[in-house]
T-cell receptor, first 117, second 109 residues
């Protein structure tokens, strides 16, 4: 199946710093990628839809200036958590649809666990 | 976006069949029903997808009644490694997909 890879898988940073998470589609081109956030014991919450070559679409309540999304190529989307604070500590997951996948199928990355001290 | 409702948790024993039902009363004509499995600290993994009737693959079966307002994921003869959270999603992947609460399945020896 199609492969989506995230990097880093874990990151620890100090409060006030910025952290960038990369999401790559390794064997297919993805015009659209989705970013989710997941807190412990909770479901995935959609944060934004990343569109190649255009601005991301953010879900209600998600600060676009806080969570910067760049989808500069058909295989790479990045999520930058700016001026991170402890409450931003979470598991961030990206996903993308592959042309070879089923109609409703998304391929998910391994996730990136962010810990802000 | 179709909203889904699933049981929060289920318990089972090794070797048993597990059926997890999902309600999606406002499913749209073009929507597919897709089930994902998630282990702790991992991204969700595709299990099975269907549009209507029954679909079976090497790991599960998906039963969808004619009105498509619900679906049932059937896991035959579960093992300890099937302990995970199972999500039912409704939609098409070129649109955003919203996760519901999921069902936390615990398989005991």
């Amino acid at each position: 199946g199609a492969v989506v890879s995230q990097h880093p898988s874990r990151v620890i940073c100090k409060s006030g710093t910025s952290v960038k998470i990369e999401c790559r589609s390794l064997d297919f081109q993805a015009t659209t990628m989705f970013w989710y956030r997941q807190f412990p014991k909770q479901s995935l919450m959609l944060m934004a839809t990343s569109n190649e070559g255009s601005k991301a679409t953010y879900e209600q309540g998600v600060e676009k200036d806080k969570f910067l999304i760049n989808h500069a190529s058909l295989t790479l989307s990045t999520l930058t958590v700016t001026s991170a604070h402890p409450e931003d500590s979470s598991f961030y997951i990206c996903s993308a649809r592959s042309p070879s996948g089923n109609a409703g199928e998304l391929f998910f990355g391994e996730g990136s666990r962010l810990t802000v001290l | 976006l179709a909203k889904t409702t699933q049981p929060i948790s289920m318990d089972s024993y090794e070797g048993q069949e597990v059926n997890i039902t999902c309600s999606h009363n406002n499913i749209a004509t073009n929507d597919y029903i897709t089930w994902y499995q998630q282990f702790p600290s991992q991204g969700p993994r595709f299990i099975i997808q269907g549009y209507k009737t029954k679909v079976t693959n090497e790991v599960a079966s998906l039963f969808i009644p004619a009105d498509r307002k619900s679906s049932t994921l059937s896991l035959p003869r579960v093992s300890l490694s099937d302990t995970a959270v199972y999500y039912c999603l409704v939609g098409v992947s070129f649109q955003k997909l919203v996760f519901g609460t999921g069902t936390r399945l615990l398989v005991s020896p």
